[in-house]
């Protein structure tokens, strides 16, 4: 069955009239604490714009990668002081953190720098938590780019913590309500603890060995993976060859292909590719692809050259709004747009929420999903994105059944895998609807086991 008749089924449910009541009475009279409580018991369709190594919380990241029986003979060292060593390379940032193999590596003088992240103590355990996070005043885009992401990239290269994260993931977004994970994550990051590069394919089994387990399996959630690189590396377009190669060699658990990086970079501007993907799509069928485009400040037609890329799904395409001839293709067409409110306002490309286009896009008929991106970087989760819709935007129930609806309909989950998940989603959303219609809504709020995140205490008022 394809795409299109998959997305006509679903919209053959929709949203029942008399709770669009309730919703509405519910929306205007809940406290931020009751309305975050049924937006987290909400069924969720699908996160389809997730970066693996920064969606972890910070906190998990430490418990795991201090966790000595876990090691299995690694150990990771973080940066406190900054002495501008002349080996130096990349930016010098506190709590930087690498594997022992690299800085066995290092000068005396750098090695100085650093000490074993076990060994911090509780203070500069606290600092070292904060340091993963926008979660002060005046941080931003700069902070995010150039020390936070710095900071976790070695953490990814141990295949026991990410896996074990991975499996936590999972369970998170199950008790969330979440359904479907597409996950941008590359199996050829992982290093042994002597820092030996694995083989990709031998990262894939690992992967595919921890997904099969019970635990996984128990949390409710289906996982599949993008293979995603940096656009404006130099040797970007061998990258995107080896990805396709890559996923064409593991279609079971990856489905597409992402690349990512600071659209204010130049060097990674979409005509770049073209040739490239116009060559992959000789070689290989069937592979999806997502790329970031438009998470610009500046107006620009970046979406609409993405698209000429091959994209089904644009991320963020924030300045789409600047650019009506893509507006107008886009309306009650084939791609979706993965917005990320919390993301988008953090790293200031609309730091004004209430300004931000994705109503616009939504009410006009171009296909939208709600999606977390980094919320280990924003210490959020998804049911933020939906109560920050909610609030800001006034949404009817008709409309955030759309969003839910959407996330599955354009994921790249095999059509027989896509047309289950549609029909449990609808399910969901009806057995949701009779709950909250049949008796007094705030005793059933009252009953949910909602977990809130720092975000939304910070921002909402709200902690559980």
């Not at 002060?136 to 902070?143: A, D, L, S, V, Y």
């Not at 710095?150 to 295949?159: G, K």
């Not at 067409?333 to 004004?352: A, C, G, H, K, M």
Request: charged content about 30%; proline content about 6%.
């Amino acid at each position: 069955m394809s795409w299109l008749l998959l997305f006509f089924a679903a919209l053959a449910s929709a949203a029942t009239p008399a709770f669009e009541r309730r919703f509405e009475e519910i929306r205007k009279s809940a406290t931020p604490q009751q309305l975050y409580a049924f937006l987290y018991d909400l069924p969720k369709g699908g996160d389809l714009h997730h970066h693996f190594g920064l969606a972890i919380p910070p906190e998990g990241w430490f418990e795991r990668a201090t966790a000595e029986p876990r090691m299995r003979g690694d150990e990771f060292y973080t940066r406190l002081r900054i002495s501008f060593c002349p080996d130096d390379t990349g930016p010098p940032v506190r709590f930087h953190t690498v594997q022992r193999a690299t800085w066995q590596k290092f000068s005396d003088c750098r090695k100085a720098d650093y000490t074993p992240l076990a060994s911090l103590s509780a203070e500069l355990r606290a600092q070292w938590i904060s340091s993963l996070k926008l979660d002060r005043p005046g941080e931003g885009r700069h902070e995010f780019f150039e020390a936070i992401v710095h900071r976790v990239s070695e953490l990814t290269r141990d295949p026991n913590v990410v896996l074990d994260l991975m499996a936590d993931t999972l369970k998170r977004y199950g008790a969330e309500g979440l359904r479907y994970l597409e996950s941008q994550v590359n199996a050829s990051g992982f290093r042994d603890p002597d820092g030996n590069p694995i083989d990709p394919d031998r990262g894939a089994e690992l992967i595919r060995a921890r997904m099969a387990q019970p635990d996984v399996r128990s949390s409710g959630v289906t996982v599949r993976f993008l293979s995603v690189f940096l656009r404006y590396h130099p040797q970007a377009e061998a990258n995107l060859e080896r990805a396709y190669a890559f996923v064409d060699r593991h279609r079971d658990l990856w489905v597409g292909i992402n690349f990512a990086g600071r659209e204010d970079n130049d060097k990674g501007y979409p005509l770049r590719f073209l040739d490239t993907f116009r060559k992959m799509r000789r070689t290989y069928s069937g592979i999806g692809l997502s790329i970031h485009a438009g998470e610009k400040d500046a107006p620009g037609r970046q979406v609409r050259e993405t698209l000429l890329l091959g994209a089904d799904r644009i991320g963020h395409g924030v300045n789409l709004i600047s650019d009506p001839d893509t507006m107008l293709l886009m309306r009650n067409n084939r791609f979706l747009v993965e917005v990320q409110l919390i993301s988008n306002r953090l790293l200031e490309y609309t730091p004004d929420l209430s300004k931000h286009p994705f109503p616009e896009y939504l009410r006009m008929g171009i296909p939208v999903c709600l999606n977390t991106d980094d919320p280990g970087a924003w210490d959020s989760n998804l049911t933020d994105e939906y109560y920050t819709a909610v609030k800001t935007f006034n949404l009817t129930w008709r409309e955030v059944v759309t969003l839910g609806r959407n996330s599955l309909a354009y994921s790249f989950a095999e059509p027989d895998l896509k047309a289950r998940l549609l029909k449990d989603y609808e399910a969901a959303v009806e057995r949701f609807e009779t709950k909250y219609s049949a008796e007094d809504w705030r005793e059933a709020v009252g009953r949910v086991r909602a977990v809130s995140s720092g975000y939304a205490e910070r921002n909402f008022g709200v902690r559980f």
